[in-house]
């Protein structure tokens, strides 16, 4: 019989497959159709396809919008928000409107249009994660801005429209309802209990061992008890954080880490597949959540479902967290 | 510049892109690749290739699990839930979890392989609706049960796996997350207004009118302001009814009508393309709620994302739902 479990931060009902477990040779997944460089706005030489760059990282002195960068941010050529003009927000009747002031960057990942991830070395990924700290500690200075979403989209089933490995950040004047759910979700908890609810779930992961992927000095990477996807992995600092915008150097560098070989595991079990990681973090100018801590989550994409999911709430996991976690523990890169 | 909009009832934010409307030929739509009906568990002559059936309805009289039936309801081949045992809710540690009660239940649309609800006569199309009606009023005699789910997927991308016209039942010994925020929602509204939200809704689109795709006697087809999909559309009877699964024979046959022609011209205007609906309704065996009113949503999956957005809560919306109702209601079939 499957299993139903909640989610002890939002409150989601998930369906866990435990009678016939989904293995990672069951699942029908798409090879990616590679289209290769040719005319790609993310490879050297083609700066000039994209708005110009916001910032960059490189180890030698370049020109702007030129090669030679490791990292490379760029507005997105089709925002879905824009920077210019003041914010108004409105009602109407029932509703509540807003003009669309936002940021949304692309942060470019690597010169190499094939490489993800796992394939590019720690420092490089060291060099993502500074461009998303960089980015989120300049956003926040204007004080319009309430949420700095940073996430990541692989292969076209995951709402990528570009290959050449990328990043995005759209910087919102509110806060995303699922944001605002986890935040609330966690505030309550921290209320009742004056424990932050993220450090209780590592203390209980740690102590039962069934769901840990691995445990660096610094992070735990899990497969969530209450996980909508399967093979659904977080990655978590074992000190109660609340903002990834302000994570110093020393982590950053141990994340990068983490993030490779979780990534590199997956990549391994499941070959490669269509998934999504998004940065959860606390919104910006505004009140403080004691109970809230950072984390990455992970979601492969390995059913062709399409948001009947994200219409009800109500989410089928074919391998149950356990086994996930089992297998990813016991892949060797 | 784009415009945010927020959901009046759960409190979600989207992002309709005003600014460079997509119309319906900008959607890169795959058409489906039909196999046909060789080895169709849900065609006639095949009816023992599922699991004994539910109910059935037909003309004429016919034998249980042989051809001659116009609707036909089965048990999930692959269930997601089982009626058998007792329902076991437990808590451990931060958690809590239930056994995997449930029913997971198929409806057949109608014996022909290729049509869908906009190919079907109106008394067919009634004939689904009175399948679901009869589910509903059954399944909550169970009093396990705190919600049926009715839903459809429509192609692979929205997550069918068999191309032979069917709708799905789930029933849940628990309120998913997503009606449960819709349901206190709507209920916080009519505390504070003694007004129904959907009815307040209902009055407001009447008098702007902008996003009304069609109206009928009984009911109201309409794309809410704050659409999550780009060409979402919603049923809803104009009378205050919370529950879908009291509605009477007039009704159904004017429903039947009113979801036959919307999905009429969303097929005539889009082509053929992935959708799901999802019928929302008040929860059964539990506390009444009177600010809620049933409705369906019909949400067409034009772009290839798979779930960022569930992920984050964030949805970009490329056509605005009043250019969506205009071309809605000016497409005739």
Chains 1, 2 share one sequence.
């Not at 990616?32 to 396809?49: D, I, T």
């Not at 490791?70 to 050529?77: A, I, L, S």
């Not at 509110?174 to 209780?200: L, Q, S, T």
């Amino acid at each position: 019989m499957a299993e139903l479990r909640k989610d002890p931060i939002v409150g989601r009902w998930v369906v866990v497959n435990t009678e016939n477990p989904y293995l990672p040779n069951q699942f029908e997944i798409k090879p990616f159709e590679w289209k290769g460089p040719q005319g790609c706005p993310f490879c050297y030489g083609n700066e000039h396809l994209t708005p110009p760059e916001i910032e960059a990282i490189s180890t030698n002195w370049r020109q702007p919008n030129a090669p030679g960068w490791t990292v490379r941010v760029v507005p997105n050529k089709f925002p879905a928000l824009r920077i210019e003009g003041n914010l108004d927000k409105q009602g109407n009747g029932l509703y509540d409107f807003s003009n669309g002031i936002g940021a949304h960057e692309v942060i470019i990942d690597n010169p190499d249009h094939f490489k993800g991830i796992a394939e590019l070395n720690n420092w490089e990924v060291e060099c993502i994660l500074k461009a998303y700290r960089s980015r989120s500690l300049d956003l926040r200075k204007d004080t319009r801005f309430k949420y700095i979403l940073i996430f990541k989209n692989v292969g076209a089933q995951a709402g990528a429209s570009l290959e050449h490995g990328h990043s995005q950040l759209i910087a919102l004047p509110m806060v995303p309802k699922n944001v605002k759910d986890e935040v609330v979700g966690a505030h309550h908890y921290y209320e009742f209990r004056e424990r932050c609810i993220f450090c209780d779930i590592i203390a209980y992961e740690l102590e039962v061992k069934e769901r840990i992927v691995l445990e660096t000095e610094e992070f735990l990477a899990f497969c969530p008890l209450s996980s909508r996807f399967s093979f659904e992995v977080w990655i978590i600092p074992k000190e109660h954080l609340t903002d990834f915008g302000v994570i110093d150097d020393y982590k950053i560098s141990v994340l990068a880490q983490t993030l490779k070989e979780v990534i590199g595991r997956l990549k391994k079990l499941l070959g490669e597949h269509p998934y999504n990681y998004i940065i959860h973090t606390l919104p910006v100018n505004t009140d403080v959540h004691f109970g809230y801590h950072w984390h990455i989550e992970i979601m492969p994409k390995l059913i062709r479902i399409a948001g009947f999911e994200a219409g009800s709430g109500f989410y089928v996991v074919g391998t149950p967290p356990e086994l996930a976690a089992k297998l990813l523990r016991e892949t060797t890169l």
